[in-house]
């Protein structure tokens, strides 16, 4: 049984728009969350958390969203690059163990 | 700051044999975790340390992984006999610890890709 599941296997974007990563969890006890990327031939690299006391955290170009009620968290990019271009993964933290989804590889075309 | 250090990174193996890959975290890290990563999914936890004690090893296929982190730096993950299905890479992360099960970010080496033909 997936705990972290991610929908959308690839998503493509043009240069400069909006990108939408989207995460859904099955467990509310679920309380702190995380969006990674990878670039081939690497190891994922952390990106941006969220608190399950809090409902955004920004960073830069990069925003998290967590709709708790829903059990769903989105990652916002804006505006989207072609160095964006990558897999995204978002995963839990429990008990310091990351759970992860199965990843959405995103295109950003010039 | 020097990151994860795994080798090797890439190993084609006959199915049956043995194989170990290493991995050296960040100094001062004392978490260390193993994970392998299917193609098309995300990375699943086999084992973590803290320091040189395991802390979780529930996903661990225990009859052919096995995994040992001597004197709390290094470590090394073993599979024997190898199966086909042990195709995957094997990614090494360590992160800081705080006391109460709060951990700070975990730092991913570049991973081994194994191939089990």
């Known amino acids: 049984d997936q705990q972290v599941k991610q929908n959308s296997p690839s998503l493509s974007v043009q240069e400069g728009r909006i990108s939408i990563l989207n995460c859904d969890y099955t467990n509310s006890m679920f309380d702190y969350f995380l969006w990674y990327k990878k670039y081939p031939a690497e190891g994922p690299t952390f990106l941006i958390s969220i608190s399950s006391i809090k409902d955004k955290n920004e960073d830069g170009r990069f925003t998290v969203f967590l709709n708790k009620s829903a059990k769903h968290l989105s990652l916002h990019i804006v505006p989207s690059q072609p160095g964006d271009s990558a897999v995204y993964f978002c995963a839990v933290n429990k008990g310091g163990k990351l759970i992860f989804g199965q990843g959405t590889e995103l295109s950003v075309k010039p | 700051e020097a990151g994860v250090a795994q080798s090797p990174r890439y190993k084609i193996i006959e199915k049956r044999q043995s194989v170990a890959f290493w991995c050296n975290p960040i100094s001062g890290h004392a978490t260390l975790y193993w994970y392998q990563q299917i193609l098309g999914q995300g990375p699943k936890l086999l084992i973590q340390f803290q320091n040189n004690g395991v802390v979780d090893d529930s996903q661990l296929p225990k009859d052919r992984f096995s995994a040992e982190r001597l004197k709390g730096v290094d470590s090394t993950l073993k599979i024997q006999p190898a199966k086909l299905e042990d195709s995957a890479v094997y990614l090494c992360?360590?992160?800081?610890?705080?006391?109460?099960?709060?951990?700070?970010?975990?730092?991913f080496g570049p991973g081994t890709r194994l191939t089990v033909t």
């Open positions: 992360a360590s992160s800081l610890w705080l006391a109460g099960g709060t951990s700070y970010e975990q730092y």
